[in-house]
């Protein structure tokens, strides 16, 4: 099975302790990767790296974020799923190369590395893991021309597959963004003259930074000396950003492709009431996933809203279990149904999706467990029906239940009284997308704008 990531990066040039301003970014973006993070610094020329495993907080302690003087930085959060944990393959990746030091990190899913790999080994090349991002690094090197700007630029133009990017120099900071805009990545100013790439605007909130604009589909973004240029290296091909990123992945509070992504899901919810209304006590979401689009289904039906589910947020990535095992340990450590809220009701439970419908049996028995009179299961996205390979971690399509099952056998799988999900039409709408070609929808309807041949290791 490959490896699938959903990664976050950011980047900040001119301002002072740049280390610091990655540090508070990357706090911001830990929910779109917990497995490793790190940051390197530019000072007068110099660049300096610190990424390790853990969480942004357990990484970065005052006295390593002072190892990292500068007034420019990227970093990166990291997740992975599959495969274990590589500590190799954390990110930026730093090397001195043709063009000097050059540090990358990068958001996003390659599909056509494997080939440039085999020749880079042939030809004597080594790398450090198997990811995807060094292979940029090491045709950013190998290019024919001879400045850094054009070498990026002859490079955007043979990967294929889904990036956002960022790379740093001895003197310039580039973002770049593939031709369909797959991944997010958005800029922000902070003070005069300071500019901010974050993949979500929730990193340049927290930075008092204000959003300018997305990195657009194709565009590649130079800050160096001679200022900011922006080009676009690869014909136009129409930008399909990732629809997934607003029903699960992104933080709530964040505009990722230029939209609010609250707002996005609670018209989600709305949408869902209007399709598949129910006659029910209480609307109840399951957190975190489910509460912005519960709401909207709650101000739609008029139904009452109540939480409740109850999550613990400070569940780690491993407990321990007792030797005498408790059925449904996983899911009952983190979410804990309401006893008093639950008992007689009937219940409309939202999330955002089903993916191997493994988590919603076990909720939906939680919630029967605890006394509710019925429970209504709906789905404020239509079924995930393939897999992603764009940089969203989803199993492969076996594994997927909407794959094989249809919605009545997944109805009867997860235990409900009954299950619907928001229509195709629905969620275009909810996305603002009329003609319903504006973002890429593979997972729904495995209409994948990048053709799918393989699949390597990437971020
Ligand atoms: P499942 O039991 O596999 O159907 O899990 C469904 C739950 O997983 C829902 O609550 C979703 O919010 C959540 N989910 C959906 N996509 C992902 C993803 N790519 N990574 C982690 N969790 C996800």
Do not use: W
Request: overall charge neutral; proline content about 4%; some cysteine.
């Amino acid at each position: 099975m490959p490896f699938k990531d959903e990664c976050g990066v950011f980047g900040i040039s001119n301002q002072q302790e740049a280390a610091k301003q990655a540090y508070l970014g990357l706090y911001a973006l830990q929910h779109r990767g917990q497995e490793a993070t790190g940051i390197c610094a530019r000072e007068n020329g110099h660049l300096r790296l610190h990424k390790a495993q853990g969480y942004v907080a357990d990484v970065f302690s005052e006295s390593v974020l002072e190892s990292l003087p500068g007034d420019t930085a990227i970093g990166h959060t990291r997740y992975s799923t599959h495969g274990g944990s590589l500590s190799s393959a954390a990110q930026p990746f730093l090397v001195h190369g043709r063009f000097g030091q050059l540090a990358l990190c990068h958001n996003g899913n390659l599909l056509n590395t494997e080939s440039f790999r085999n020749r880079l080994l042939i030809n004597g090349h080594t790398f450090a893991s198997p990811s995807d991002s060094e292979v940029i690094i090491a045709l950013i090197n190998t290019a024919k021309a001879d400045t850094l700007e054009s070498a990026v630029e002859e490079v955007l133009q043979q990967i294929r597959g889904a990036f956002s990017l960022l790379i740093l120099s001895e003197k310039q900071l580039i973002a770049a963004r593939d031709p369909h805009g797959l991944r997010p990545l958005a800029m922000a100013k902070l003070d005069d003259d300071s500019i901010v790439f974050a993949s979500e605007s929730c990193a340049f909130d927290l930075l008092g930074a204000d959003y300018t604009r997305e990195v657009e589909a194709g565009e590649m973004i130079v800050l160096g000396p001679d200022g900011l240029q922006s080009r676009f290296p690869t014909k136009k091909r129409g930008a399909k950003p990732c629809v997934f990123e607003h029903v699960y992945f992104a933080r709530p509070d964040s505009l990722v492709f230029s939209r609010n992504v609250m707002a996005t899901r609670r018209e989600m919810g709305r949408h869902l009431a209007l399709q598949h209304p129910v006659d029910a006590d209480i609307v109840v979401p399951v957190p975190d996933s489910g509460v912005h689009a519960a709401l909207g289904y709650a101000e739609q039906s008029g139904i009452r809203f109540e939480f409740g589910m109850i999550r613990n947020h400070y569940v780690g990535r491993t407990f321990i279990e007792p030797k005498q095992s408790i059925r449904s340990f996983g899911v009952k450590v983190k979410l804990n149904p309401v006893r008093d809220l639950l008992k007689g009701k009937r219940v409309v439970l939202i999330d955002d999706s089903i993916v191997r419908g493994t988590t919603s049996k076990k909720i939906v028995g939680m919630v029967r467990g605890v006394g509710a009179a019925e429970v209504h299961m709906r789905i404020s996205s239509p079924p995930t029906t393939h897999s992603c390979f764009y940089g969203i971690d989803t199993p492969t399509r076996e594994h997927l239940i909407a794959s094989h099952k249809s919605k009545d056998e997944i109805r009867d799988f997860i235990g409900a009284d009954s299950l619907d999900f928001l229509s195709m039409e629905g969620l275009q709408k909810a996305m603002g997308d009329m003609a319903g070609q504006g973002f890429c929808y593979a997972c729904f309807n495995g209409d994948y704008p990048v053709p799918v041949e393989q699949t390597n290791f990437a971020c």
